[in-house]
Nanobody, 124 residues
Framework: QVHVVESGGGLVQAGGSLTLSCAAA????????MVWFRQAPGKERAFVVA???????TYYADSAKGGFTISRDNGKTVHLQMNSLKGEDTAIYYC??????????????????WGQGTQVTVSS
């Protein structure tokens, strides 16, 4: 099983950029699908973007298209580059992994290893 730890959150002004990182340990990282979810205050956790383990295909939520970019490297890290941030992007961002036997998707139940989350606050 892959274990993940997020980092890179912080306070940024609207229109600014921030890069989150998700460090993975254990398991065959390259074969795992990785995902970012976020949970804004008073709201349910929501899908942001996912990247497949085999081939690196990506899928973005509409809210992330155009401003967010997911990438992964061989060093067992997944990055989320966030540009043109808005107040509504304020949330705790969570990284999670899914083994190849499970596949990938936009539902949090499809991912079995979650990090503790990292806070992103966008000030207007």
């Amino acid at each position: 099983q892959v274990h993940v730890v997020e980092s890179g959150g912080g306070l940024v002004q609207a229109g600014g950029s921030l890069t989150l990182s998700c460090a993975a340990a254990g398991g065959m990282f390259s074969s795992y699908s990785m995902v970012w979810f976020r949970q804004a205050p008073g709201k349910e956790r929501a899908f942001v973007v996912a990247v497949r383990g085999d081939g690196g295909r990506t899928y973005y939520a509409d809210s992330a298209k155009g401003g967010f970019t997911i990438s992964r490297d061989n060093g067992k890290t997944v990055h989320l580059q966030m540009n043109s941030l808005k107040g509504e992007d304020t949330a705790i961002y969570y990284c999670a992994s899914s083994p190849p036997t499970t596949g990938w998707g936009t539902f949090d139940i499809q991912y079995d290893s979650w990090g503790q989350g990292t806070q992103v606050t966008v000030s207007s």
